[in-house]
C-alpha cells in the first residue's frame, strides 16, 4: 500500500524532528546515565576503574559497527579531511573525557566531583551562545540555577570536600565538565555534516584507540574470563544502554535542540541516580534529597522554552538525512 507507506514515513519524519520527542529521548538516556553508577559500582568490585571504561567502549564499537554494516553501511563512508573531525569528538567525549573523570575521582571525593560535572550544563549553554550565536533567555539561566541548587542538596546531602587537598581533583573534574561541554557543542557543529550513527562509530573507534594505551601500561589486566554474571550484565548495560543507545540519542538531540535545552535535561542524571539507588539499593531517601529533586524538576520547568525558538534549525545536510 504505497500511501500507508508515504504517511508511515511523513509520520516518522514528524516525530525525529520534533523537539518534544527529542527532549523526551535526552530525558530517558539521562536516566541510564543516573542508573551507570550503580552498574558501575557492581563491575568495579572486579576490574579497576580504567579497565570498565575501556572494556564498557570496547564492547560498544563492537555492537555500533555491527549495527552500521548490518542496517547502515552508508555511515561508514567519510573522506579523510574528515577524520581529524570525529578524531576531536572521540577525545572530547569518550577517550580523555573518561581519563579525566577517572583521575579525578583519584584526587577528590565522588561527592565534589558529581557536583562540579554538572555544571556542564553552564558550559553547554554559554559555549552555544558564543560559538554558535544562539539566545540564551533569561529562563534557561534561571532554570539552571535552581536545577544547580537542586543538584547541590543531593549530592551535597554528605556533606562537600572544600579542601586544599582536594583542589587538583576538584580542578580536573571542572576540565571535564568543561571538555563535555566542548563535545556537545562540537557534536552539535558537525550534525549537518555527519548522521548520529556516523559520529558514533568513529567516537567510538578513535575513544578505544585513545584508551587502550592506558590500559595496557596502567591497569593490571584483569583476565575478563574470570568475571562473574553480574560483572558482565554491568558491563554491558553499561556499553549498550549507557553508551550505544545513550550516545546515540544524545548526537541526535545535539543535531535537533537548541544547546540551552540539551544542558537542562543533564539535571536528569543526579535524580534518576539517587532514585535508582533507593529502589535498588536500599537507600536511604531524606528530606534534603527530596527538596533537591524539588528544585530540579522546578528548574526543568522554568527552563523550558515558550513557542518555536526552542526548537533547532537544522541544516540542509541535517534535513536531507
Known amino acids: 500500500m504505497p500511501g500507508r507507506?508515504?504517511?508511515?514515513?511523513?509520520?516518522w519524519k514528524q516525530l525525529t524532528e520534533n523537539s518534544g520527542a527529542?527532549?523526551?529521548?535526552?530525558?530517558?538516556?539521562?536516566?541510564?546515565?543516573?542508573?551507570?553508577s550503580i552498574a558501575s559500582k557492581e563491575a568495579l568490585l572486579q576490574l579497576t576503574a580504567?579497565?570498565?571504561?575501556?572494556?564498557?567502549?570496547?564492547?560498544?564499537?563492537?555492537?555500533v559497527l555491527a549495527i552500521a554494516l548490518a542496517f547502515a553501511p552508508g555511515a561508514l563512508r567519510v573522506r579523510l579531511r574528515d577524520l581529524p573531525a570525529l578524531a576531536f569528538l572521540s577525545v572530547a567525549g569518550v577517550s580523555l573525557q573518561f581519563v579525566l573523570q577517572v583521575t579525578a575521582l583519584v584526587y577528590t571525593?565522588?561527592?565534589?566531583?558529581?557536583?562540579l560535572f554538572n555544571l556542564s550544563a553552564f558550559f553547554i549553554m554559554i559555549l552555544g551562545a558564543v560559538l554558535l550565536g544562539e539566545r540564551l533567555g533569561k529562563n534557561q539561566l534561571a532554570g539552571a540555577v535552581v536545577a544547580f541548587a537542586g543538584v547541590f542538596l543531593i549530592v551535597g546531602g554528605s556533606g562537600i570536600g572544600l579542601s586544599a587537598a582536594h583542589l587538583p581533583g576538584d580542578l580536573i573534574g571542572l576540565a571535564s565538565a568543561a571538555l563535555f561541554g566542548v563535545y556537545t557543542i562540537a557534536a552539535r557543529r558537525v550534525s549537518g555534516r555527519f548522521g548520529p550513527m556516523t559520529i558514533l562509530v568513529y567516537t567510538f573507534f578513535f575513544g578505544v584507540l585513545g584508551l587502550l594505551p592506558v590500559y595496557v601500561l596502567a591497569t593490571p589486566m584483569t583476565p575478563l574470563a574470570g568475571l562473574n554474571a553480574v560483572s558482565w550484565a554491568s558491563l554491558l548495560f553499561l556499553a549498550l544502554c549507557c553508551s550505544v543507545i545513550a550516545f546515540l540519542v544524545y548526537n541526535h538531540g545535539t543535531a535537533r535542540l537548541r544547546?540551552?535545552?540539551?544542558?537542562?535535561?543533564?539535571y536528569v542524571t543526579p535524580l534518576a541516580g539517587v532514585t535508582l539507588a533507593v529502589l535498588l539499593l536500599g537507600e536511604t531517601l531524606t528530606a534534603i534529597t527530596l527538596s533537591g529533586a524539588a528544585l530540579i524538576m522546578a528548574g526543568l520547568y522554568v527552563?523550558?522554552?515558550?513557542?518555536?525558538?526552542?526548537?533547532?534549525?537544522?541544516?540542509p545536510e541535517a534535513r536531507d538525512g
Not at 527529542?22 to 551507570?36: D, E, K, R, T
Not at 571525593?109 to 557536583?115: I, K
Not at 544547546?259 to 543533564?266: G, H, Q, R, Y
Open 22 to 36: 527529542a527532549i523526551i529521548g535526552l530525558v530517558l538516556i539521562n536516566v541510564f546515565w543516573g542508573a551507570s
Open 109 to 115: 571525593t565522588a561527592t565534589n566531583f558529581s557536583l
Open 259 to 266: 544547546s540551552a535545552d540539551v544542558a537542562m535535561t543533564i
Open 303 to 315: 527552563s523550558r522554552e515558550r513557542g518555536p525558538a526552542g526548537r533547532a534549525q537544522a541544516t
Open 5 to 11: 507507506g508515504i504517511i508511515m514515513g511523513h509520520g
Open 50 to 63: 580504567v579497565e570498565v571504561v575501556t572494556v564498557r567502549f570496547a564492547i560498544a564499537f563492537v555492537a
